[in-house]
Nanobody, 119 residues
């Protein structure tokens, strides 16, 4: 299996920046995508950003132009650079890895890291 360890969450003022990191380890092969989801209290979990094997990316409309997802393949690590943070960005952020190989379809999740943006 794949294990994901997240770091980088914290408290930041509105307009500030934060970088989240997620390091994958274990039986890593055939990774189709890596991404970040977030969930605020009482809200649905939503996709924030994803990066695919061909290095294309996808972002939620609410974060376009402010967040940047990237990865370091040598380190099996995905990052989320968050700029111009807003209070509505406050949520628990979860790293996600999708593995696809033949009949294998697996999702792996990080433990979650709290991001709090103050006014």
């Amino acid at each position: 299996q794949v294990q994901l360890v997240e770091s980088g969450g914290g408290l930041v003022q509105a307009g500030g920046s934060l970088r989240l990191s997620c390091a994958a380890s274990g039986n890593i092969f055939s990774i189709a995508a890596m991404g970040w989801y977030r969930q605020a209290p009482g809200k649905q979990r939503e996709l924030v950003a994803a990066i695919f094997s061909g290095n294309s990316t996808n972002y939620a409309d609410s974060v376009k132009g402010r967040f940047t997802i990237s990865r370091d393949n040598a380190k099996n690590t995905v990052y989320l650079e968050m700029n111009s943070l807003k209070p509505e960005d406050t949520a628990v952020y979860y790293c996600n890895v999708k593995q696809a190989w033949a009949a294998i379809r697996r999702d792996y999740w990080g433990q979650g890291t709290q991001v709090t943006v103050s006014s």
